[in-house]
């Protein structure tokens, strides 16, 4: 039923070799973030009721996202679907490519979801009747959250925006040079990085903003010392860095 589909699995090995690994390796450093300093009991509270807070909001962001971005990949299947089944020619070649890249669309955004989509609610759901129970809990908070910054700093950092460019422009290559589609390889090229720029675009982001601020709040120290002020005594002074 698809003639042209067999060569076109090849543009999926390629995307998926190339970004889920990446997308992958950006979470798993969020460990490291989670353990980056401990501040005192006062600020550490306040730090995750104010992540409490973004997580909680972030919440149906993450949902609209993923359910959004999930259907329109679903309906772009289906639609090039059919017109793979009627049509001939670069239409039906083009449809092709369309469905694979689709496909590697569709399970990148369902194996690879925001963490506060699925993880969030057990977290929140979590007892703190106690002062262990209490812990345990803002450490489970403070994992979720540097989870979320770590997917959110990859998938909105300058590496990802290359990758989408190359992803696209290797796509339009195979269908110029290999499938000898030139104008619809073009067609590709656009509206291809026209997806991706909106999927970046919309995707979640206010942990990582949270996370910014909170990096600048923990930066500042300072300190009072005795500073001399001549003959009428001693004062005091204030030094710090950023």
Known sequence: MFPGIAPSLRVLALLSA????????????????????EPSAEVGSAQVARMVQVLDSQLPTARLWYWGWSGFYGAVII?????????????????????????????????LPPPVLF??????????????????????????????????RFYHSVWNHIIGLAVNAGVCAYMYWGLHIGGRALLNLFAGSLVWEANVFTSPNASLHLSAELE???????????????????GLGMVGHF
């Open 216 to 234: 600048k709040t923990s930066s500042l120290q300072l300190q009072l010392v005795p500073m001399a002020l001549g003959p009428s005594g001693a």
């Open 18 to 37: 190339l970004v889920l690994p990446a997308a992958a390796r950006a979470e798993d450093d969020a460990p490291r973030a989670a353990t980056a300093a």
């Open 79 to 111: 639609g090039e679907t059919v017109l793979n089944g009627t049509s001939s020619g670069g239409a039906r070649v083009s449809a092709d490519v369309n469905v694979v890249t689709s496909v590697f669309g569709l399970f990148s955004t369902l194996l």
């Open 119 to 152: 993880d969030w609610e057990p977290v929140g759901r979590m007892p703190e009747a106690t002062p262990e129970q209490r812990a345990a809990k803002s450490a489970a908070i403070r994992a979720l959250f540097a989870r979320e910054v770590a997917k959110e």
